[in-house]
């Protein structure tokens, strides 16, 4: 069957070009290779929401999720900030219900006419440098033609790496994140450093709470036992956090790669890096997902360009996913620079200077 874009990875930078290109008339089919995801306790900020709304206003129901009343910050300070009270201020951030959200993006872009197979995996992919096409064959055995690829595996950027792209890495943080109940009526951000990396803690539709601790990988111990005992020692010595998290009987603590890097090049012979797989941020920023939605838009705005003939876009995009990934990173320093309380290699790590390779206008 021939198509004109096959997308690796369902998730939001996946589904949002599909809904982009199906809208201009594109042959597009998305497939993801359905490991259980859970939501990150994500919030989505008031770009993320604009940008959102002027795709497809259908694609975010603000009436599914929460919007923050309240910040508490222990970071440099100690200090409460009062924010963001009103819904319908564009400054409002929301705390995602990450199956609705998830679901509604979905839905748009299947009324578009993208198609979907969830569970499925690339078997195998050939590039025709002579036909100018993939050939690609998927794990339940059907067999595609493929103008484009679009990678949208996340931080695994497969389809990149497999056709020679190369990541450049800023930090190994991991995640461990455990969704947790509440007895607070109040929808609060919270935040928290400590010596070793930073909580938070985020109220999520349900009246439950995902609380989270970040870390550089080789701070956490190696067994399951091992990690829950060190993540519960860390929740205690965690005020801020332990306060508005209430542990449950069955909690179970999930460990997910956090760390920030980006390709070298976010398009290739055939292919373009869309969402984590292009570039990942610090989650302290609550910028992804702002991030995949800017570069999943633009990337198929090329792809579709590139389909009809038209090559420049690709450089264009190129250099606007360089341009994010210096600013993301001045940010990220700026940010970690206000917490100076600590002198642990986490924090060590992140005050010292680091040079990103600047190179720019590849493609
Ligand atoms: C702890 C934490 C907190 C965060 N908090 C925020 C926040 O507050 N605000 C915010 O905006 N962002 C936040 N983020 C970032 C946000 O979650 C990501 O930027 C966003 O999910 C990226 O979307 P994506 O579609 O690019 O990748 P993903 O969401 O990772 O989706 C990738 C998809 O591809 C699938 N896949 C992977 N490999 C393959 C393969 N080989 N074949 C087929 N399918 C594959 C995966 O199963 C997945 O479904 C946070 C991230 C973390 C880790």
């Known amino acids: 069957m021939n198509i004109d874009v096959l997308i690796v990875g369902g998730g939001p930078a996946g589904v949002i070009a599909a809904t982009v290109l199906a809208g201009r008339g594109r042959d597009v089919l998305v497939i993801d290779n359905g490991k259980s995801r859970f939501g990150h306790g994500e919030l989505l900020s008031p770009l993320g929401a604009a940008l959102l709304n ?25 200090r409460t900030i009062v924010a963001m009270t009103n819904p319908h201020n564009n400054r409002s951030a929301w705390h995602l219900d990450r199956r609705s959200f998830d679901l509604g993006i979905e839905r748009v872009a299947l009324l578009k ?11 195998s992919s050939v590039r025709c440098h002579h036909r100018g096409i993939w050939e690609v064959e998927l794990t339940d055995g059907s067999a595609y033609t493929s103008r484009l690829l679009l990678d949208a595996t996340g931080q695994n950027c497969s389809v990149a790496r497999h056709n020679g792209g190369q990541r ?7 995640a ?14 919270r935040i928290q450093s400590r010596p070793d990396g930073w909580w938070f803690a985020t109220m999520i539709p349900g009246q439950k709470v995902v609380a989270c601790f970040l870390t550089d990988a080789h701070y956490l111990p190696v067994g399951a036992s091992e990690r829950r005992r060190f993540w519960l020692q860390q929740l205690e010595a965690a005020p801020k956090i332990r306060e508005y998290a209430t542990l ?20 290739g012979d055939g292919w373009l890096a869309i969402g984590d797989a292009a570039l990942s941020v610090d989650p302290l920023a609550s910028a992804g997902l ?3 939605i800017r570069t999943s838009r633009m990337a198929a705005l090329a792809a579709d360009a590139v389909l009809a003939g038209e090559h420049r876009l690709l450089g264009a995009y190129q250099r606007y996913t360089r341009r994010m990934a210096e600013n993301s990173e001045i940010t990220r320093r700026a940010y970690y620079a206000m917490e100076q309380r600590w002198s642990s290699s986490f924090w060590m790590e992140r005050h010292g200077a680091r040079r990103l390779n600047v190179e720019v206008g590849i493609g």
């Open 290 to 292: 702002a991030n995949s």
């Open 113 to 123: 006419g993208a198609q979907f197979k969830r569970g499925e995996r690339l078997k």
């Open 176 to 189: 461990t994140t455990a969704v947790l109940g509440t007895s607070s009526g109040e929808c609060e951000f």
């Open 168 to 174: 450049i890495v800023l930090d190994r943080m991991v």
């Open 248 to 267: 449950t009987e069955t909690f179970e603590i999930k460990s997910t790669p956090a760390g920030s890097g980006y390709l070298e090049s976010a398009i």
């Open 54 to 78: 002027n795709i497809d206003n259908r694609l975010f129901d603000p009436a599914n999720h929460l919007c923050t009343s309240r910040l508490l910050s222990d970071w440099g300070e100690s």
